[in-house]
Structures are given as C-alpha cells and as structure tokens.
C-alpha cells in the first residue's frame, strides 16, 4: 500500500541547476498536486492537475513546470533552481467528484538550493 | 481569493486540559478538511467536513464546520502528549484546490 511516492527524498542544489521531482500515485486518482512548504506559510498549490493531460497553475507558480505523464505520474521540474525555492516539497492525490475524498500526500522532498 | 486563516498559530497547552482551534476562511466553501503533520513528517487525513452543522469526532479531537459563518473549531479535549503537532485546516476551492491554513502548532506538556 505505497499511496503517494516521491524521489528523491532529500537534495541539494546549486543555483542555476535544474532538476525534476518525481511523483506517482497507486490509487488510482485522477487530480493531482504540487504544494510547497515554508517555515510559518503553510502550504502553498504551485500546480495541479485535474485529470491526465490537463495542468494548471496553483498560487505559486513562477520558476516551476509540471508534467502529468500518465494517470500516475506528476513531475514537478526547476528548471533554474533560485535559493528562494528552497523548501518541502509535498505531492498530493485524490479522487475528485467524491467530496469525501481527502487528498493523500507524499512523504516530501527536502531541497536545498545554495 | 479565498483566505484561509487558523488562530492560534502557537498553542502550549497542559495534558488534561481543554482548547479549540479555529479555523476561518474568506469564500463560500462547503468543504473543509483538518490535517495533523508530526514533524519532519507528512499530512495525514484527520476529518473531512461536507456540510454546515458537521461535526466529526476521533478520540481525543472534535470538528465541526458552520459554513454560515464560514467558521471551522478542532476542540481538543483532556490534551495529552501524544497529541503534540501542527494542525492544519484547508478549505475547497471551487473543486479544484485546498487552500490551507497556516497551521496551528500544539504542543502539550505535563
């Protein structure tokens, strides 16, 4: 019973490099999520995606792309990595049109950008 | 814009004793869900509240949503330790989106 699983779980970036982080959902979902977490924030949408092959901007978008691959899978990429983007990183899933579904996340991905 | 607001953001409390956490947002929702993350940890899924005048209740934790004030309560009551935690509420936007709360950080002592 995996749920929500991400990679990697811990990475440290130098600004300007760029990376990908992975999600994928055994459950059979099909709305998906990207939230970041910051000290005192909460969290905050940087990107969703309703259904495979939709996408759409949360709250925080800028410096971010995302690509819903398949039902499964959402990545989340940083394609010049900024020290501001430091932060935890949580994927989310759920099955919209069940209101009493509520998202399930992952375990997070710590980034660090020095 | 929907505005999610959790007060208090710090609470010390006492095992034994009792307090509420409040949870108000700005935009008509009718669905509201509380989460608890441990630290260093995920969000697990504590209450999902579909409908004004809900009320859930697990052990030690009770929520309650009045979508007419656009208000949700977590009452904690006889607090103990291992209820130590952040809280969080996050309010339904549109269907689409959780808009979170800042969460509430509790910790409980002897």
Same mark, same amino acid.
């Given at each position: 019973?995996?749920?929500?699983? @991400?990679?990697?779980?811990? @990475?440290?970036?130098?600004?300007?490099?760029?990376?990908?982080?992975?999600?994928?959902?055994?459950?059979?979902?099909? %709305?998906?999520?990207?939230?970041?977490?910051?000290?005192?924030?909460?969290? !905050?949408? #940087?990107?969703?995606?309703?259904?495979?092959?939709?996408?759409?901007?949360?709250?925080?978008?800028?410096?971010?792309?995302?690509?819903?691959?398949?039902?499964?899978?959402?990545?989340?990429?940083?394609?010049? /990595?900024?020290?501001?983007?430091? %932060?935890? *990183?949580?994927? /989310?899933?759920?099955?919209?049109?069940?209101?009493?579904?509520?998202?399930?996340?992952?375990?997070?991905? !710590?980034?660090? #950008?020095? | 814009?929907?505005?999610?607001? @959790?007060?208090?953001?710090?609470?010390?409390? @006492?095992?034994?004793?009792?307090?509420?956490?409040?949870?108000? *947002?700005? +935009?008509?929702?009718?669905?509201? *869900?509380?989460?608890?993350?441990?630290?260093?940890?995920?969000?697990?899924?504590?209450?999902?509240?579909?409908?004004?005048?809900?009320?859930?209740?697990?052990?030690?934790?009770? /929520?309650?949503?009045?979508?007419? /004030?656009?208000?949700?309560?977590?009452?904690? +009551?006889?607090?103990?330790?291992?209820?130590?935690?952040?809280?969080?509420?996050?309010?339904?936007?549109?269907?689409?989106?959780? #808009?979170?709360?800042?969460?509430?950080?509790?910790?409980? %002592?002897?």
């Amino acid at each position: 019973n995996a749920g929500v699983t @991400q990679t990697p779980k811990f @990475q440290v970036l130098k600004t300007g490099q760029s990376m990908t982080l992975q999600c994928a959902q055994d459950m059979n979902h099909n %709305s998906m999520y990207w939230y970041r977490q910051d000290p005192g924030m909460g969290l !905050r949408l #940087i990107y969703y995606s309703a259904s495979e092959g939709t996408t759409d901007k949360g709250e925080v978008p800028n410096g971010y792309n995302v690509s819903r691959l398949n039902k499964r899978e959402f990545s989340l990429r940083l394609e010049s /990595a900024a020290p501001s983007q430091t %932060s935890v *990183y949580f994927c /989310a899933s759920t099955q919209t049109g069940f209101s009493n579904q509520p998202q399930h996340f992952g375990d997070g991905t !710590r980034l660090s #950008i020095l | 814009e929907l505005k999610v607001e @959790q007060n208090p953001l710090f609470l010390s409390m @006492q095992e034994g004793k009792n307090y509420t956490i409040y949870c108000n *947002y700005s +935009t008509t929702s009718d669905r509201l *869900y509380w989460y608890r993350q441990d630290p260093g940890k995920s969000l697990e899924s504590l209450f999902v509240l579909l409908s004004n005048g809900a009320v859930k209740q697990e052990g030690r934790l009770m /929520a309650s949503l009045d979508t007419k /004030a656009r208000l949700s309560t977590l009452h904690i +009551t006889a607090a103990v330790h291992d209820l130590s935690a952040t809280y969080f509420c996050a309010v339904d936007q549109a269907g689409t989106a959780l #808009i979170f709360g800042k969460g509430t950080t509790l910790s409980v %002592s002897s």
